[in-house]
């Protein structure tokens, strides 16, 4: 029998472009072939020059690297300026896809933490269960650029 999962009633979130997710903490946003044509086209540029110039390797729990976002030295994601994301309308899924990750979704507790640090987190649209689900699947089959070590 399929357990229950807590938001099978669905929940509410709305990006309010508050910035919080992509300011003050120190984080990583993976990218994946996707992100970086999109990335790369809207940007005018090609993919070593992004990656050089917006990008860096980082250690996964399996011992190899995946290719992240920079932060500047005040941990902002290396595309956000003073008026918020640079490439909102194109940006990387892991950050479309926020709040509904694997990891706040496994629990009704993550999600109460992720809401903590989100004012968009439990207002406005309501996201059912069945799209929050084809969300998670999204990101599943579009993985992130890695490479051995």
Request: aromatic content about 10%.
């Amino acid at each position: 029998m399929k357990k229950m999962s807590f938001y099978s009633g669905g929940l509410r979130f709305s990006c309010v472009r508050c910035s919080s997710c992509c300011r003050y903490d120190s984080g990583f946003v993976y990218l994946s072939e996707n992100d970086i044509q999109k990335l790369t086209s809207m940007l005018n540029t090609d993919k070593n020059t992004f990656i050089n110039k917006y990008c860096r390797w980082v250690s996964d729990i399996n011992g190899n690297e995946v290719l992240s976002l920079k932060e500047k030295s005040n941990y902002d994601c290396i595309l956000w300026e003073e008026k918020g994301c640079s490439v909102y309308g194109e940006r990387p899924l892991q950050c479309v896809t926020f709040p509904f990750w694997e990891n706040i979704m496994n629990s009704k507790e993550s999600w109460k933490m992720a809401a903590s640090g989100c004012p968009g987190i439990n207002s406005g649209a309501v996201h059912t269960e069945d799209a929050i689900n084809e969300i998670i699947k999204s990101r599943a089959a579009e993985p992130v650029i890695s490479r051995a070590v």
